[in-house]
């Protein structure tokens, strides 16, 4: 069993920053490929970005070189760099880990 909690959500301005974080609890954090995905207003749950269990990454072609994911298995947490936030961003923002658990989410506003 893996826990997933995210956090670092909020308001921010077109073209601003933010950092969202996604804690695990249980073992084997290392094993599993992380990901994010968002959900946007009247829209189905999208893929943004992965990380393996090497490292490698991808992203999906809306957020790429705007977005990084990282991850860090000494402290079981997963980040997802957000920069340049378009209004186009705003959605609930979730972390899962191997596709098969998943954190309750968290609100990124992007609005002036």
């Known amino acids: 069993q893996v826990q997933l909690m995210e956090s670092g959500g909020g308001l921010v301005q077109p073209g601003g920053s933010l950092r969202l974080s996604c804690a695990a609890s249980?073992?084997?954090?290392?094993?599993?490929?992380m990901f994010w995905f968002r959900q946007r207003p009247g829209k189905q749950r999208e893929l943004v970005a992965t990380i393996t269990s090497g490292g490698s990454s991808n992203y999906a072609d809306s957020v790429k070189g705007r977005f990084t994911i990282s991850r860090d298995n000494a402290k079981n947490t997963v980040y997802l760099q957000m920069n340049s936030l378009k209004p186009e961003d705003t959605a609930v923002y979730y972390c899962?880990?191997?596709?098969?658990?998943w954190g309750q989410g968290t609100q990124v506003t992007v609005s002036s």
């Open positions: 249980g073992s084997m954090f290392s094993a599993y490929a």
């Open positions: 899962s880990a191997g596709r098969a658990y």
